[in-house]
């Protein structure tokens, strides 16, 4: 694995475990480098075993490794922005909710449960030396078309994984936010209500 040569570890109000402090999302991607299928088959089974309202685990995901036609198609789904730099990685995993059961029966916990899977995935990744990057600018429509979803599954997210590569290969504007400062809200405007 290729080791981020610029130093991204979040700048915390309270300790939290490292994993989770250096966890970061970057664009420069490694575009040669094949995945490394133990450490990605691993990642998905973080996401599986992440919990679920009544264990109904409401989530499916399309795996695209660079070099395939499915990847191209995902590439292709995304905005011009994500483009210009999604491409890269070495897989690209689309994030599915199920938003109803099979009989029609809403899941009003989908999008939460899936949230949950993508986390405990991005986690586990970070953990193995891959870097994860989720997005939202793509068009969920074509992405149901070329996977023959069924309306009640919901496409929320693209996750880009793969190694860090040349931060020079990005277009300047996303150089430049590749090593700004990494900022949150603070604690005490993000908890509305404490006793």
Known sequence: MSTPVIDRTAPTEHPVLDVL????????YDAQNAIDEAKLATALEAARWSPSANNSQPW??????RGTALHAQVVNALVGFNQAWAGNAAVLVVAIAETATADGAP?????YDLGQAVAHLSVQAHHDGLLVHQMSGF??????EFADLEPRFAPLTVI???EFGDLESLPEVLQQRE???RVRRPISETVVLSA
């Not at 402090?21 to 420069?28: F, G, I, K, L, V």
């Not at 899941?107 to 999008?111: K, L």
């Open 160 to 162: 880009a994984v793969g």
């Open 21 to 28: 402090a250096a966890r970061w999302s970057p664009r420069a």
């Open 107 to 111: 899941i009003s916990h989908a999008a």
């Open 139 to 144: 068009d969920a429509e074509a992405v149901r």
């Open 60 to 65: 499916r995901f399309i795996v695209a490794r």
């Open 179 to 181: 090593v700004a400062p």
